[in-house]
Structure formats: structure tokens, C-alpha cells
């Protein structure tokens, strides 16, 4: 993990990382995104906002498989902007898409709109059930309004994409399908009352192995 002291530079705009220590984690909640579903996710990023997105973002990118899809529906993109907490998942991204890759190795939850680079897109599948070492306390002094009562690490990340990103950015989010149950109504509430919500796809189960939870998408 960088230096949680430092600001590093991802296409010549600084993100500047909290002077404290980054959320840990005894639990990633981090599970990859099968190839059928990223291609899926990919695509929706093609039919909302046509063939001109030049930069896109993943704050919780592992390995890349979401950049690939975006890649082979979108050649055109110019820049892919991964955050991981992983060092070994920035490196691979790196690795795999050469001068077309900036990374940054932090949490992106820390990451502010201030400090934010200017992209066109968003594609996540941000941790679920992420087992968060900082209390909620910590989380709300962030701005994490949505850190009280019952909440998920993935609740935080669509919080933080509804917060962080410019007005107009395409977001297209994998989420569990417990975002329609009743204690993540604020969620709901939020994108209800910050967002223009163009689709909302429940996927059922069975898109991860061994993860027996119900997905959803929603752009």
C-alpha cells in the first residue's frame, strides 16, 4: 500500500491520499468480476452514452477485468484510471494495459471530489461485505452519510461515486441485490434523489463462484 502520507500523480492530476491511515480491511470483500458479467456491464457504459468516452474509472479495479470489457467495446478509450487497495492488483493493471493504465494504490473511499480526476465513466464492482476496521464515527467526519445504522462497504462506494464524480459521468455499478432490501433504503434514497437512473437490472444468483448472493446493476 503507498504512503498514506503522500499525494500521488495519475495523468499529471495529483489525488491526494488522507494524512491518516487508509481504511483497513480483515476482510477485501473483494470477489473478481466474471468475464460475462464485465462484458454486460461494459456494454451498458456503449448504449447510454454512445462511443465517446475517452477516460474511465474503477475506484475497486483488481485486475482489470472491467477495463478489459470496456476496452473491446470501447477501443477508443484514451485512459484507464484504476484505485485498488491491492498493490499487486495496480500492478497488473499497469501491466496489462501499458501507457493506456494510471493507478493509484489506495483507498478510494479517501479519495475526494477536489483531488478527483476528470473522467467520462465509472464502472465498478465495488467490495461487498467488506469487513471495515474504521468505525462509522471516522467514516461520517469523511462525508459518509451513509455510514449509520446497517450499512455495507458497497453502500460507501455508491455514496462515494454519487459524491465525487462530475455531474454528467456515466456510472455503471455491480451491486448486490440486497440494495432492495429495506435497511438500504437510504441508498436507494440517494440515487433516487442525486442521480438520473437509467437502468436497474436484478440478476439473480450464481455470477461468482462460491458467492451465493443475488447481483444487481445499475446505470
Known amino acids: 500500500m503507498s ?3 503522500a499525494s500521488e500523480v495519475v495523468d499529471d492530476t495529483v489525488l491526494a491520499t488522507s494524512s491518516r491511515q487508509p481504511v483497513e480491511r480483515r476482510s477485501l470483500g473483494a470477489v473478481y468480476t466474471p468475464d460475462t458479467l464485465a462484458e454486460w456491464a461494459a456494454g451498458l457504459l456503449t448504449e447510454f452514452s454512445g462511443p465517446d468516452i475517452r477516460r474511465v ?36 493493471v499497469l ?22 480526476p476528470r473522467v467520462d465513466a465509472v464502472i465498478m464492482n465495488p467490495p461487498w461485505g467488506a469487513d471495515l476496521a474504521q468505525g462509522s464515527d471516522e467514516l461520517r467526519r469523511l462525508g459518509y452519510e451513509l455510514a449509520v445504522g446497517q450499512y455495507d462497504s458497497w453502500d460507501l462506494f455508491v455514496e462515494w461515486s454519487v459524491k ?29 434523489e442525486r442521480t438520473r437512473i437509467d437502468l ?4 439473480g444468483e450464481g455470477w461468482f463462484e462460491g458467492v451465493y448472493r443475488g447481483v444487481a446493476v445499475i446505470a
Not at 474503477?58 to 478509450?77: H, I, N, R, S, T
Not at 465525487?164 to 440515487?191: C, M, N, Q, S, Y
Not at 436497474?200 to 440478476?203: D, E, G, I
Open 164 to 192: 465525487t464524480v462530475l455531474p454528467g459521468t456515466r456510472v455503471v455499478a455491480i451491486l448486490p441485490d440486497a440494495i432492495f432490501l429495506p435497511e438500504h433504503a437510504r441508498t436507494r434514497k440517494l440515487l433516487l
Open 57 to 92: 474509472l474503477d475506484p475497486a479495479c483488481g485486475d482489470g477485468a472491467l477495463f478489459a470489457a470496456v476496452e473491446q467495446k470501447l477501443p477508443g478509450v484514451q485512459a484507464f484510471i484504476g484505485v485498488d487497495v491491492s498493490e499487486a492488483a495496480t500492478t497488473e
Open 200 to 203: 436497474v437490472a436484478r440478476l
Open 3 to 5: 504512503n498514506p502520507n
Open 95 to 116: 501491466r496489462r494495459f501499458g501507457a493506456k493504465a494510471r493507478t493509484l494504490t489506495t483507498d478510494a473511499l479517501y479519495i475526494q471530489s477536489d483531488s478527483m
